[in-house]
């Protein structure tokens, strides 16, 4: 039987630092998916729990409950009495809280301030991004200047402080931190690695690195799906710089070009003209076809945001745009909103397409099957950007979207 509840997400920093430290000592905590949305946790049962909403918060099977990530973390990590996690002197232990305290009240949000306006969770504002950066990296010096001169946090071996502060700051590793901040900030970096490297903060989590800090990318005027589209590049124009290779090259000149597809789409009326034309001459030896959708929907706030948030997507697709064909849209409301989108994409798997986006991972693909009646309503009800979307039994209407072209 589980030990107790922990409400959050796996990829939540916060949640992540609790059932890494649970696997460490094989504590089993029963994951009840909540979403970091306290607008919408407003229950009086989960209240109780968390009282402002937040995650993580955590219910023992005992009926005992708690919330703020670092009492949770410390309490199930002392039930293994041989815990390593907790240091061996009263010294140690104040340092873990200490540091604890520092990433989750000094690190996390600054970071926080710097990617979740990129990514299109909050509203962009250059000036104030660049200068939470700043603070952000200044917060982290701290970090590497201990680390440069120490293994670990706290002592010789890993502790709670460890796995706190290595869980709190993968998704800034996975979005800001690069390459070119991680060689210049060695020590932060081979301790995050070892870190994040260790069995049982594998077993729960897999870290990333991004080779390039996510840029913001301001939302174009957006086209609806019917205006006359500039002439698309030609499928076959030479690159003007000598580029990588995408390796969707290696899968050679398909006969259903995505130019092609977009001329249709942007010219004609989706429904009646598009919709036939393209199952006519859809290739599925070529091509499949996925539903892209967020996998955060209840981080998202005004649908305004969720909308810019496609935009960046999709520039961030920029070097796949030979490879991929789609609409994404928002629909619900504020406070209340999802993303679905349907891709047409170049061979049988969306990773070699999508993984050039940064944030691709950030959406889940399923692939569709064409012979499927429902998956073809589902396909032509995306791309005519006329129907709703149900999302757990409720009926959401569009409000605003992207075309891929
Ligand atoms: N002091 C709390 C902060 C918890 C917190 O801010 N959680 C974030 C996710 S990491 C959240 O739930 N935010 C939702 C919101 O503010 O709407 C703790 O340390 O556990």
Partial sequence: MAFGKLYGLAENGRTLS???????????????????????????????????????AFEGANGF???????????????????????KTKQDYASIVRWM???????????????RPLLGLDPYNKKTVDETAKAAK?????????????TYLVGERITLADVFAASLLTRAFATVLDKEYRSSNPAVTRWF???VNQDSFKAVHQAKFADECIKYTAP?????????PAAPAAEEKPAEAPKPKH???????????TDDVKREYSNNDVRTVFMPWFWQNYKPEEYSLWTVDYKYDSELKLTFMANNLIGGFHARLEASRKYLFGCQGVYGANYACVIRGVFLVRGQEAAPAFSVGPDWESYEFKKLDHTSEADRKYIEDIWSWEAPVTVDGKTLEMVDGHVFK
């Fill in 247 to 257: 390796p969707l090259e290696a899968l050679g000149r398909p006969t259903l070009i």
């Fill in 18 to 56: 609790i059932l890494v430290a649970a696997k460490h000592n094989d504590l089993e905590l029963e994951l009840v998916q909540t979403q970091p949305n306290a607008a919408a946790n407003t229950s009086a049962e989960y209240r109780k729990v968390q009282p402002l909403g937040k995650i993580p």
């Fill in 101 to 115: 305290s520092f990433v989750n009240s000094d690190v996390l949000g600054r970071f926080a301030g710097w990617y």
């Fill in 138 to 150: 200044s917060a982290l010096e701290v970090l590497e200047k201990h680390l440069t001169e120490n």
């Fill in 193 to 195: 690695t070892t870190v």
């Fill in 65 to 87: 409950t708690l919330s703020e990530a670092i009492a949770i973390a410390i309490y199930v990590t002392s039930q293994n009495e041989k815990t390593t996690l907790l240091g």
């Fill in 220 to 228: 174009k005027k957006e086209e609806k799906p019917k205006p006359k």
